[in-house]
C-alpha cells in the first residue's frame, strides 16, 4: 500500500473487514467464495483494499458537495471490489516473499555447518518468515465459525492436503530416500506438513479465542508452558502447534490499520538499521546458539538446556520475531508487481518444493565442493527463488490442483433447502 493510501486504510479499514466477513472472502480463482481464507498461503480469502464507505445526501437523493461525492464513490468502488475479484496486492506479495524465503532457508541448511555467513543468513529468515506467514492466516481466519460451508472448507482444504502430501512424503522418502520401510503415520507430520496440522487446529479453536478477555497473553502463557513440557512428544507435532500459537493468535486480533501503522516512511527507514543489527546478532550468534530454537518443535529440556530457558526464550523470542516481522512487513510493496499473481499459489510451491529440498540431500547434491564456496552460496539462493516462483505459477496449480485444493463436493450431504434459506 502507498503512502497516500495510508489514511483511506485507516479511516475504512474497519469496513473493509465487515464487507470481507459479510461477503465472505475472494477465493483464488479469483469467485466470491463463502468464508475467509483457510490456507494463507493459498491465497484464499484476501480483502480487498478500500476508502471510506458512505457519503451524504440532501432529502432529495442527490449528494451534497464534491467530497460528499468522492467519498460515496468510494464507498460504492469499496462495495464493488468486494463483491468483484480485487485482492489486496499487499498480502500476495508478502506471502510469496515469504514463501521465497523459506525455499532459500532450506537450501542454505546443509551449508550453515562450513560457512559462518550461511547460518546467519539461515538464522535471521528462520526468527520471522513462519511467524509472518502463521500472522496473516490469523488474521484471515478472524471470521471463522462452526458454519457447515466453513468446516467443509476447513477439511478440504487443510485437512485433505495433509493426508494426501503426508503419504506423497512417505512413498517419497521410501524411495529416494533409502527407506522403504518407512511407515505412513498421519499421526508423525513430516517435513512441511507440520503446518497444515497446525492450522488445521488452529482455525478450530479461533472461536475460543474470540471470546477470552486476554487471548494473546493466554496463547503465550500457553507456550512457555509447552516448551517446558517434554512430555507432550511429538504426536501432531502439537510443540510446534503451542509454541507458534501466540503469533496465529496475534493474527486474529490485528486489523487493516495494524499492518498500515508498519508500513509508515519512519517505519520503514527504521527498519534498514534493526534488520541490520539481526544480520550481525546472527552473525554472533551462528556458532554459538542451536538453530533448533526457531523451530519450536522441541522442549527446552530435550534442546540440553534447563527448564527455565524456555520460560525466558519462548517470550524473548516471540519479541524478537515480532521486530522483525514488523520490518519484513514495512517493505512488503503494496502495489500490484509481476510477483503479485504468485501469491495465489505459495501453497503449491510451499507443499511441493519440499520435494526438491529432500531430495537434493537424499541425492548428495550437497556433496559438490563448488556448492560450499561463495558464488555456490549465491548461485544456490537464485536457484532456489526461481524454483519456487515456477512452483507457485498457475500451470503448476492448474496440475495440482486436486491435491492441494480438491473440491470434494460428492463427498458431502446436500444443505436440505429449508435449512439454507433459513426459516419463513
Known amino acids: 500500500m502507498a503512502e497516500g493510501e495510508t489514511s483511506a486504510a485507516a479511516t475504512g479499514g474497519e469496513i473493509a473487514d465487515a464487507k470481507a466477513s459479510a461477503e465472505g472472502g475472494i477465493l483464488a480463482d479469483g ?12 491465497g484464499e480469502g484476501q480483502q480487498v483494499r478500500t476508502g471510506t464507505a458512505g457519503g451524504c445526501k440532501s432529502q432529495d437523493g442527490t449528494v451534497n458537495g464534491p467530497e460528499e461525492k468522492a467519498r ?6 469499496a462495495v464493488g471490489a468486494v463483491r468483484g475479484t480485487s485482492r489486496d496486492a499487499f498480502f500476495d506479495n508478502a506471502k510469496y516473499i515469504a514463501v521465497v524465503l523459506v525455499a532459500m532457508g532450506h537450501a542454505w541448511e546443509p551449508l550453515r555447518f562450513g560457512s559462518r555467513t550461511a547460518a546467519a543468513l539461515y538464522l535471521a529468515v528462520y526468527a520471522f518468515h513462519m511467524p509472518a506467514f502463521i500472522i496473516i492466516s490469523g488474521y484471515f481466519s478472524r471470521s471463522f465459525d462452526m458454519r457447515r460451508d466453513r468446516l467443509q472448507r476447513l477439511i478440504t482444504g487443510v485437512a485433505v492436503p495433509y493426508l494426501i502430501f503426508e503419504v506423497a512424503y ?6 529416494a530416500g533409502g527407506a522403504p520401510s518407512y511407515p505412513i503415520s498421519f499421526l508423525n507430520p513430516w517435513y512441511l506438513t507440520w503446518f497444515l496440522v497446525a492450522l488445521f487446529i488452529w482455525r478450530l479453536t ?5 471470546i477470552v478477555r486476554r487471548p494473546l497473553p493466554l496463547a503465550l502463557t500457553i507456550a512457555v508452558m509447552a516448551s517446558v513440557t517434554p512430555e507432550i512428544g511429538d504426536d501432531l507435532n502439537l510443540q510446534r502447534v503451542l509454541q507458534f500459537l501466540p503469533f ?7 486489523r487493516q490499520e495494524h499492518f498500515a501503522l508498519v ?26 546458539m542451536n538453530a533448533a530454537w526457531f523451530y519450536h518443535r522441541d522442549s527446552a529440556q530435550e534442546l540440553g538446556a534447563p527448564w527455565w ?15 522483525l516481522v514488523a520490518c519484513f ?3 512488503v510493496p503494496g502495489r500490484t508487481m509481476w510477483c503479485t499473481a504468485l501469491g495465489a499459489g505459495t501453497l503449491y510451491g510451499y507443499l511441493l518444493h519440499g520435494f526438491l529440498a529432500k531430495g537434493s540431500r537424499f541425492w548428495g547434491w550437497y556433496h559438490h565442493a563448488w556448492l560450499h564456496t561463495a558464488w555456490g552460496v549465491v548461485l544456490l539462493t537464485l536457484i532456489a527463488g526461481t524454483v519456487i516462483t515456477l512452483l507457485c505459477t498457475p500451470p503448476v496449480q492448474r496440475i495440482f490442483r486436486f491435491a492441494v485444493e480438491p473440491k470434494m463436493a460428492w463427498a458431502f450431504r446436500r444443505e436440505p433447502v429449508a435449512a439454507a434459506n433459513g426459516p419463513a
Open 31 to 42: 469467485q466470491t467464495g463463502g468464508d475467509q481464507s483457510y490456507g494463507v498461503l493459498t
Open 329 to 331: 512487513f514495512s517493505w
Open 170 to 175: 512417505t512413498f517419497f522418502k521410501r524411495w
Open 72 to 77: 460515496t464513490d468510494s464507498g460504492r468502488a
Open 248 to 254: 496465529f493468535v496475534l493474527g486474529l486480533n490485528l
Open 206 to 210: 479461533t472461536p475460543l479465542w474470540k
Open 309 to 323: 530457558w524456555g520460560v525466558v526464550m519462548t517470550p524473548a523470542m516471540f519479541g524478537c520475531s515480532l521486530v
Open 263 to 288: 508500513r509508515r516512511r519512519w517505519v520503514r527507514i527504521t527498519a534498514v538499521p534493526v534488520l541490520g543489527a539481526a544480520l550481525l546478532v546472527a552473525y554472533w550468534a551462528a556458532p554459538r
